[in-house]
């Protein structure tokens, strides 16, 4: 068995966030990565974003309580210029 991590340990960037529930947000903001970067109007109509086969996967409650996850709270480096 691999190392035990305590679920309501915090990890780095999160400010406060639990790791599952950190962990979470970091999806949803991969996930939001190609609209609010205007790449597409819809995150699962993106071919290059995995948002479609979790869709499809997991369970509506579970996609609907990920997408509500705010991701301000993480600290991620996003120095994306889209080439026009």
Same mark, same amino acid.
């Given at each position: 068995m691999?190392?035990? !991590?305590?679920?309501?340990?915090t !990890?780095?960037?999160?400010?406060?966030?639990? !790791?599952?529930?950190?962990?979470f947000?970091?999806?949803?903001?991969?996930?939001?990565?190609?609209v609010?970067?205007r790449?597409?109007?819809?995150?699962n109509q993106?071919?290059?974003?995995?948002a479609?086969w979790?869709?499809?996967?997991?369970s509506p409650?579970?996609v609907?309580? !990920?997408?509500?996850?705010k991701y301000?709270?993480?600290q991620?480096?996003d120095e994306f210029?889209?080439?026009?």
């Amino acid at each position: 068995m691999g190392p035990r !991590i305590k679920s309501s340990g915090t !990890i780095f960037g999160t400010q406060g966030y639990p !790791i599952k529930k950190s962990y979470f947000a970091r999806l949803n903001y991969v996930h939001q990565n190609a609209v609010r970067h205007r790449l597409s109007r819809v995150t699962n109509q993106y071919p290059w974003c995995s948002a479609r086969w979790f869709e499809g996967v997991a369970s509506p409650a579970m996609v609907e309580a !990920i997408y509500q996850l705010k991701y301000d709270k993480l600290q991620v480096c996003d120095e994306f210029t889209p080439i026009v």
